[in-house]
T-cell receptor, first 109, second 116 residues
Framework: RKEVEQDPGPFNVPEGATVAFNCTYSNSASQSFFWYRQDCRKEPKLLMS???SGNEDGRFTAQLNRASQYISLLIRDSKLSDSATYLCVVIAGGFKTIFGAGTRLFVKA | DAGVIQSPRHEVTEMGQEVTLRCKPISGHNSLFWYRQTMMRGLELLIY????????DSGMPEDRFSAKMPNASFSTLKIQPSEPRDSAVYFC??????????????FGPGTRLTVT
């Protein structure tokens, strides 16, 4: 079993749609959680951190469920510019960083 | 700040040749990470350094791979000898380390390596 698992997609959605990505992790000692975004042929960039209380940044909402070892990302009112690969990231022990394989999103006009 | 700088951006070499990838982290960052990304395996952590000291190199695929960080502003990843299966994009990332700081890693633009 992979340490961090994501639905690879691709997700094809129309503009304005709401889309949700899920991620599970296997190490119960994991401490920090993030969503990164990676555009085609570019480097990954931090989208948002994920906290147990849940956090929201504009159209993006991230949730963490430690009991189920599950992370989610919700994108509301999708824009064409949201098309990218979304990477779930888990950090254990302060340094050991595990990236999920990523979920590809295509937003269509 | 210029961000994380990597060189070269593209490298094409023949099997058996030595390849050296270079990284300059963001000034003030004391943790540095090397990643490899392929379509088949995604983004894999190869090695990370804290205060120039290698902490975990368990992701380094084979003895052909080696990494050094002689000072806080420079790191290299060397492949000797290179093989076609080493073809990938290699990213370097850096961040600050310590309690109470963000764990955000800042990635360089990557080096696209092709071994023929």
């Amino acid at each position: 079993r992979k340490e961090v698992e994501q639905d690879p997609g691709p997700f094809n959605v129309p503009e304005g749609a709401t889309v949700a990505f899920n991620c599970t992790y296997s190490n119960s000692a994991s401490q920090s959680f993030f969503w990164y975004r990676q555009d085609c042929r570019k480097e990954p960039k931090l989208l948002m951190s994920v906290y147990s209380s849940g956090n929201e940044d504009g159209r993006f909402t991230a949730q963490l469920n430690r009991a189920s070892q599950y992370i989610s990302l919700l994108i509301r009112d999708s824009k064409l510019s949201d098309s990218a690969t979304y990477l779930c990231v888990v950090i254990a022990g302060g340094f050991k960083t595990i990236f999920g394989a990523g979920t590809r999103l295509f937003v269509k006009a | 700040d210029a961000g994380v700088i990597q060189s070269p951006r593209h490298e094409v070499t023949e099997m058996g040749q030595e390849v050296t990838l270079r990284c300059k982290p963001i000034s003030g960052h004391n943790s540095l990470f090397w990643y490899r990304q392929t379509m088949m395996r995604g983004l894999e952590l190869l090695i990370y350094f804290n205060n120039n000291v290698p902490i975990d190199d368990s992701g380094m695929p084979e003895d052909r791979f080696s990494a050094k960080m002689p000072n806080a502003s420079f790191s290299t990843l060397k492949i000797q000898p290179s093989e076609p299966r080493d073809s990938a994009v290699y990213f370097c990332a850096s961040r600050t380390a310590g309690t109470g700081v963000s764990y955000e890693q800042y990635f360089g633009p990557g080096t696209r390596l092709t071994v023929t």
